[in-house]
């Protein structure tokens, strides 16, 4: 009679660098030589494992919402906000089950596809993180962490002339280095042939929403727009529009791309606003005088809560250099070459230059709301050049665009995974949805709501060489439960909070980092963990047989069942099986064997590896001279 005393060496469960020496799957080499009596028999004496519990995750505990922003309290509601929370599921059909790592990576996942804003990158793909919090000196699972990361590296990366995108059903432009020219029909398209003039995007990469003085966001040359006899144009930024059509009533024919609610009859007086849809825009008028619009709502006006065109005057008192009225691009008395386009945090500026030197527009602090451009909100996370010119031979020129040199080279604009304006799209729920952000109070014209200049949240600001700053002062809150802060109509799917570790809360607050702008959250408790499955030990080079039905296998090397429970009820953990009567297996050796190796499997009953182990496994047998 004998004890065989087997276990994994590692204490670690690193299967990526070892292969005999697993928690399921190991192989114990003999220094001398076993020799096995003939006619012996074996069974399982004991067995010690490490059993990772799993997590039953279905639509009934899986449900979240992603808010990143400011941070909803007693001093700012989300009416007041200018994002709002994404919900989506991580298991979006059935019942599935996890390990904890396992549904680590399935939150994560989900989460990157629910960030929906471009200063989360990193490496080429949404920097967040989610892993099991595991007790440092017990090894007991208490939960997840979640970090989301930003990086706000700027990269000045000038559209390439193969990126640029008509708005309009025709191409009357040419793009080359940067340089954007009108240019005349082809027959048998004639020039005053509708839609008149020319309008494209640039969507192959959004601009930096960190932009400052070091590093700004955009910068268009428009030396070759001002002056006499160079006609209506435009030239701004957009989110992506078009697979948002809006067409005839009449002829279904494409009028326009734009946000379902966005009205064009309230242009402004700037005809072009018909055709094409800018969200923030500096227009050369047809009298040739400069003029700042954006896409707001005015619901004291017929147009009630659709979007419309309305001009932010920057010609005002409290503006120094352009208090005496609206500057003339026609005479450019100030020789102006350039315009530049700064966006910080929700914040937008546009100033007007030449040689380097800049004049303001519009900024955060001249004149009130009437003199700034309304905070950008969620749907304006990723915006885009856009440039209109009616006239052939006007040429405006993108001469820098600043975005994030962490986006994948792959960027989809109209991916319903990147921005929120193509999930909206894709779920038929743009409406619903984003209808409602863009008719709050901050995007809101309505007279009666008073002119109280804005105080907007900016970005870090970038240091000279845009090494350090940029990013945005939001953070990630996750909402487990119905919360009525943040809208009960919008969360009343959420019930996550017992699987994400968060018994009893609705709402987990992030923890912002004021230094590099992350965000991190840690669950307040371990979620319950189960085992469904029981285990089986096999021996693997010893002769006895054993028959597994389920497989039809009459030749398993399976000597031992480990119950879901241990000796004492556990079901995940530490588990320790001792049975009451060993049941002995015959090894069928008439004559003596011998063994220079033990090699043990820890499997389910189909015999595949139960990789829930982890740690140490120690398994003891008990080989004896057979008794029949």
């Not at 914040?347 to 380097?356: A, L, M, P, Q, R």
């Not at 209808?435 to 809101?444: G, K, L, Q, T, Y």
């Amino acid at each position: 009679m004998s004890l065989i005393i087997a276990s994994n060496v590692n204490l670690n469960d690193s299967p990526d660098t070892s292969e005999i020496h697993r928690p399921y799957s190991w192989s114990n080499r003999l220094s001398n030589t076993m020799k096995i009596p003939a006619n012996s028999e074996i069974a399982l004496q004991s067995a010690k494992i490490n059993k990772n519990g799993l997590l039953s995750i279905g639509k009934n505990n899986a449900n979240y919402g992603l808010y990143i922003g400011q941070n909803i309290d007693d001093t700012l509601t989300l009416k007041n906000s200018t994002t709002h929370p994404c919900v989506d599921s991580v298991v979006r059909e059935g019942i599935k089950e996890f390990t904890t790592d396992e549904f680590a990576k399935e939150i994560q996942l989900s989460m990157r596809n629910n960030v929906m804003n471009p200063s989360f990158y990193d490496k080429a793909e949404v920097a967040v993180e989610v892993t099991p919090n595991v007790n440092g000196v017990s090894g007991a699972f208490e939960g997840f962490e979640f970090d989301f990361i930003q990086n706000a590296k700027p990269v000045d990366s000038t559209p390439e002339d193969g990126e640029v995108v008509s708005v309009f059903p025709t191409s009357r432009f040419t793009y080359v280095a940067g340089e954007f020219k009108r240019v005349a029909a082809v027959a048998p398209e004639t020039d005053g042939s509708a839609p008149r003039g020319a309008c494209a995007i640039f969507p192959d990469f959004p601009v930096i929403l960190g932009g400052n003085l070091n590093i700004p966001s955009l910068n268009y040359d428009i030396s070759g727009g001002v002056g006499v006899d160079k006609g209506k144009w435009a030239c701004g930024l957009s989110r992506y529009t078009l697979d948002n059509p809006m067409k005839s009533p009449t002829t279904n024919d494409v009028m326009l791309y734009c946000p379902p609610y966005y009205d064009p009859k309230f242009d402004g007086g700037f005809s072009p606003f018909g055709r094409c849809f800018f969200d923030f825009v500096a227009i050369r008028d047809q009298a040739g005088n400069l003029k700042l619009f954006q896409s707001c709502v005015n619901t004291n006006r017929i147009s009630g809560d659709n979007l419309i065109m309305k001009e932010v005057v920057y010609y005002h008192a409290a503006n120094p250099i352009f208090k005496s009225g609206i500057y003339d691009l026609s005479a450019n008395g100030s020789l102006y070459t350039d315009l530049r386009w700064r966006l910080s945090g929700d914040s937008v500026i546009c100033e007007i230059g030449k040689g380097g030197v800049y004049d303001i527009l519009v900024n955060t602090t001249m004149g009130d709301k009437r003199h700034m451009f309304y905070p950008r909100s969620c749907l304006q996370n990723f915006l885009y050049p856009q440039i209109f010119i009616d006239k052939i031979a006007t040429e405006i020129k993108i001469d820098l665009r600043n975005t994030y040199d962490a986006l994948p080279d792959s960027f989809d604009p109209a991916s319903p995974n990147v921005d929120w304006v193509a999930r909206l799209t894709n779920t038929n729920k743009y409406v619903k949805w984003g209808n409602p952000v863009e008719s709050r109070p901050h995007n809101d014209a309505n007279s009666n709501l008073g002119n109280t200049a804005f105080v907007y949240k900016l970005a870090e600001p970038y240091n000279v060489g845009g090494t350090t700053g940029g990013w945005l002062a939001e953070q990630a809150n996750l909402i487990l439960a119905p919360n009525r802060d943040y809208g009960i109509e919008y969360t009343s799917a959420c019930n996550a909070q017992f699987s994400f570790g968060f018994k009893g809360r609705s709402l987990a607050v992030g923890k912002f980092d004021g230094v590099d702008g992350d965000t991190e959250l840690v669950s307040t408790n371990a979620p319950i963990l189960f085992s469904p499955k029981s285990l089986f030990v096999r021996l693997n080079n010893f002769t006895q047989n054993s028959i597994n039905a389920q497989l039809g296998n009459a030749y398993s090397k399976i000597i031992g069942h480990l119950p879901r429970f241990d000796s004492a009820g556990n079901e995940v953990g530490g588990l320790f099986f001792e049975p009451h009567e060993l049941v002995y297996i015959k090894l069928n050796n008439p004559n003596d064997t011998y063994m220079n190796t033990i090699d043990i499997d820890l499997v389910y009953d189909n015999e595949t590896y139960a990789e829930c182990l982890s740690g140490k496994s120690i398994v003891v047998l008990h080989m004896r001279k057979s008794r029949d």
